[in-house]
Each structure stands twice: as structure tokens, then as C-alpha cells.
């Protein structure tokens, strides 16, 4: 069963952390990003398998925030998920036309560790 872990994964910018000076967003915006992200990657693929069955089990929901160094890695990222038909939104926060933030749909785990494996938990 630990192999069809579904998990929801949400990659992050770096460069974008409140802690640099520059393009820096404040906390509560960094962290909207990611919620921002979520919420529309639950709503764009509500009607998928997966994602019905992590809903139904909300005390057991899985989330997984990772890291890019930058926009380019983002991007990057979102061409391989694309390619591989992994379910994903890419959020660009308006009014700047910033892209911030992927978030999968609640995916199984083995599907995308090959695409997500290397990136390191968001510190």
C-alpha cells in the first residue's frame, strides 16, 4: 500500500523567499502561493480518481512542498511533467505575471518520484 501513497506535491521558487532582498514576497504572500496553487489543482482536476479518493481521506492527506532554485527550473519541470501526462497547475500570480508555484494533483507517489526525486523538501 505504501507504494500507492497518493500525495499531492507542491513545488516552490526559491529565489522568490521572503528572505531575499530582491523580488522577495512577504511571508503571507510566499505562503498564498502555495495555497493558491493547491486549491487550484484540486479544483482543476476535482473529478479525477485520485483526487477523490485523497479528499475522502482528509486525516490522512499527504502534501509535499519542494523547491526550485528559480523560474527556469520551474518551468523545466512543468515541460517534463507535461510530456509525462502528470496532472499539474502552474500558478502565476497576477497582477506582476509572476509564476510562483506548481502544484500536481494528488498523484501516486511512484509515478512521479522519477520527476520529483531529486528536488529537495522546501526549507
Not at 507542491?10 to 495555497?35: E, H, W
Not at 479528499?55 to 523547491?67: A, I, R, S, W
Amino acid at each position: 500500500m505504501c507504494n500507492n501513497k497518493i500525495i499531492q506535491y507542491v513545488v516552490m521558487r526559491k529565489d522568490i523567499l521572503p528572505s531575499k532582498k530582491v523580488n522577495g514576497f512577504s511571508t503571507g504572500a510566499y505562503i498564498a502561493q502555495a495555497c493558491h496553487a493547491a486549491s487550484a489543482a484540486m479544483h482543476r482536476f476535482a473529478c479525477l480518481e485520485n483526487t477523490i479518493r485523497f479528499l475522502d481521506d482528509l486525516e490522512n492527506m499527504t502534501v509535499c512542498v519542494l523547491g526550485v532554485e528559480n523560474n527556469s527550473e520551474l518551468d523545466s519541470l512543468a515541460s517534463k511533467l507535461e510530456s509525462e501526462g502528470v496532472p499539474f497547475h502552474l500558478w502565476v500570480e497576477k497582477p506582476e505575471l509572476i509564476t510562483t508555484a506548481l502544484a500536481t494533483a494528488p498523484v501516486e507517489k511512484q509515478k512521479v518520484s522519477q520527476h520529483l526525486g531529486h528536488l529537495k523538501l522546501l526549507r
